[in-house]
Each structure stands twice: as C-alpha cells, then as structure tokens.
C-alpha cells in the first residue's frame, strides 16, 4: 500500500505543495518575530497564510487532476472508438499544451484510420456479394456471421435466415485444419478454400465453396469425345468395305434370298453411319453468337411451336446475351422430353426469374420425374426405347458454353430441368 501512495502523481505533488506552504508559513513568522511584532498577530498572520496557500495548493492539485481526467476520458474515448467529441487544448505553450495537441491529433489519426479501415471493409463486402461462389464467414464460436447472395446454391435459403446457426448445422466439417463437407455429394460438386482474420479483435473462418463440376465435365466431356472420335473413325473404316462389298455382290446376285440379304447388309451400314454420326454431334463444339434475346419472346415462340399441348409460360426475366438459335433448340429438346416423358396428358410450365445475380428458365412438367438423377446426363444413356442417350448431353454443352450451368431434379409434381445463367 504504501508503494502504491509513493507511485501516486498526485500525492507527490501534494507533498512538494504542503512543504513549500509549511516553508512559507514559517518563513513569514520568522520575519514577523524579528519585527517585533505582537506573538498573537504573528500566529494570526502566519496562519492566514498557510490557510491562504493551502488553497492555493488545493486548486493547483485540482487543476492537475481534471487535466489527467480529461487526458483519460479522451483515452478512454478512443478505446471505445468513439469520435463524436475531441478535447479541447487548454494551453498554447509548455509541455502540458503539447501533451494536450498530441492527444488530440492521435484522435484525429485513428478516426481517419477507421474511416478508411471502414471504407475499404465496406468495399470488401460487396466485392463479396457481387462473387457468384458460395462465401461464408464464421465466428470464432463457428457461427455463421456472414455469407454472400451465392449461398443459396449450397442451402438453397438467404443466409440471413441461418445467421447464428453452427458449422455442423451446415454439414461442414474441420479436420487437421481443412474444412470439408461432410456429405459426399456436395464433396463432389465443391471444394472448399479457407482462410483465417482477425477483425476487431476477434478471429473469423472464410469459407469460399468453388464449384468442380465445371472443370471436371471438361476433363469428362473431352474423354468421352475422344473415345466417340475413335469408335467412329474405327466404324467408318469397317463399314466402308463392307459396304462396298454387299452392293458389288448384290449387282451379282441371282437369288432372291442373297439379294434380300444383302439388300438388308446396305441398309443396315446406311443406319449404322447415321447412327455413328448422330453421336459425333457431341464432339464438336459450336460456335456462339451471342445477341440480346427478349427471354419472353423466346419462351414464348417456344411454346407456339407445340399449340396441342398445355403449356404455361411464366416470365419476369427481361433479356438475357444468348445464341439464341441454340437455346431455342434446347428449349424445344427439353419440352419434347417433357411431353414423351408423360404417360397421361402433359401440363408444362416454361419458367424464367431472377435469382441473386443469377436467371433461371426451367421447364416443368408434370409427369413422373426423372428414373435415374444419377446418370440421366450420361451420354448415351436413355430410359427411353428409342432414344440415344445425346439430348440431355447437348443440351447440357450448350447451356456450359454459355458459362452456366444445366440441372435435372425431381419435385412433388413431376421433372425439372434448370437453365442457369450468369447476369
């Protein structure tokens, strides 16, 4: 205790104060003793004069400390990070005026700071907003803080209407300090990049989720190019002799069972090259021109084309950059789809609407939804009798050429096929 009494500012000046106040006390008696004056006026005299300069003392001590209160509220302001009010200088010169000037232009540099610390945050977050990958941000309790417009892609909800919610709840998962989903399926589709900052002194998780699907359906579309390429090039090379070789004999033939039978050989190569050309269409890769196309008026147009069936159209999308011969084609794909794809009569619904920074023209139907979601954009691959397996492939090269994204659900009423785009 008293360490602390010797360290206070206050209590030595008060110190220095009362032994200059008792000196002076002191010293004016003396001289009134050598004066000869009365002893009971020189006591009065000295005592009004310590009682004098104990006042004096009083108010230099009180000064003293609302400088240091104010010096302290400022402080204090300023770890707060409040602004609104600065103190005033009192003095012009000296050490204390300098103290007070230092204290303020402190003040005025960390709010500038702040400002611009503001500023820039400010400029992160809607740089945020405007990505099209999911972005999520956790607290160092892995609450989620903030997330982007693109969130809905993973959780299909705004995010504001998760906030607070956990890591877990999301079915993200932080193992040997890498974060990943805990289901497979979403494992397949994004890869996750994380970061780790500080702000306002406390610790947050980026989470930035990038979609694979893109990168992977290039590496998967160029093998199955590569291995249509060959199986034609080998077809034509087998079919090209035989050919030959069945009309030489059928100019020959006598019978009419060998000119029957090789009849059928030559048709059946005509049907083999068109079938082998069917599926060379997947390898190639057309060429977009890109115009500004009233989304409405296509959907639109679309619908007319198919006037026995009932079909509804439902537009708030204005107008989109597209090719739009090849849209229109996949359009027209998806809504033959739909119509065969229903045993009873067919009710379909061409939508377009906007969602975040994204639009989305989907093709409803309501028939028994797709049999197989897993590998209904397989190439080749078809649940129906006669079909060929490419439509859905086309489509969906078509829609990827135009850096979107094409995707096939089942809902309570039937099939869905969803266009998205980027706006």
């Not at 900052?197 to 590496?219: C, H, N, P, S, W």
């Amino acid at each position: 205790m008293a360490l602390k009494v010797l360290a206070s500012a206050e209590w030595r000046l008060g110190i220095y104060c009362s032994l200059l106040t008792l000196s002076c006390a002191t010293l004016v008696c003396l001289v009134l003793l050598q004066s000869q004056l009365d002893l009971v006026w020189c006591a009065v005299i000295s005592l009004s004069v310590l009682v004098g300069l104990g006042g004096i003392q009083a108010q230099v001590l009180a000064h003293f400390r609302r400088i240091a209160m104010r010096a302290n509220w400022q402080l204090e302001a300023i770890a707060q990070d409040d602004f609104t009010q600065t103190i005033k200088p009192h003095y012009t010169s000296g050490a204390v005026a300098e103290f007070e000037q230092r204290l303020v232009a402190l003040s005025v540099q960390l709010h500038s700071q702040k400002r611009r610390y503001h500023s820039q945050q400010f400029i992160i977050y809607q740089l945020i907003d405007s990505l099209n990958s999911p972005i999520l941000m956790f607290d160092d309790n892995l609450k989620l803080a903030y997330a982007n417009g693109a969130f809905e892609l993973l959780y299909h909800r705004p995010w504001q209407e998760c906030k607070g919610m956990s890591s877990t709840q999301f079915g993200l998962i932080q193992r040997d300090k890498q974060w990943q989903f805990d289901s497979a399926s979403q494992q397949s589709r994004w890869q996750l990049q994380s970061s780790e900052f500080f702000q306002e002194g406390k610790q947050f998780y980026l989470l930035v989720a990038l979609d694979i699907t893109k990168a992977l359906r290039k590496k998967e579309l160029a093998a199955w190019q590569h291995l249509i390429r060959v199986i034609s090039h080998e077809i034509h090379n087998s079919l090209t002799p035989i050919s030959s070789l069945a009309q030489t004999l059928l100019a020959k033939a006598q019978g009419q069972k060998e000119q029957q039978a090789l009849s059928v050989i030559g048709q059946r190569c005509q049907h083999l090259r068109q079938f082998v050309g069917q599926y060379a269409k997947v390898t190639r890769t057309p060429t977009l021109a890109r115009e500004p196309v009233s989304v409405l008026l296509l959907l639109t147009s679309v619908a007319a084309l198919f006037d026995s069936t009932d079909i509804k159209v439902d537009c708030t999308v204005k107008g989109l950059e597209l090719d739009k011969a090849l849209i229109e084609q996949v359009l027209i794909n998806l809504v033959k789809n739909a119509i065969e794809a229903n045993t009873d009569t067919a009710k379909l619904v061409l939508k377009a609407y906007y969602q975040q920074q994204q639009a989305v023209i989907e093709v409803l139907d309501n028939g028994p939804g797709f049999a197989n979601l897993d590998n209904i954009l397989t190439p080749f691959y078809s649940t129906k009798s006669a079909g060929q397996g490419i439509g859905l492939t086309f489509s969906r090269n078509i829609v990827e050429l135009h850096d979107g994204q094409l995707l096939c659900e089942n809902t309570e009423i039937g099939g869905r096929v969803k266009m998205i785009f980027s706006i």
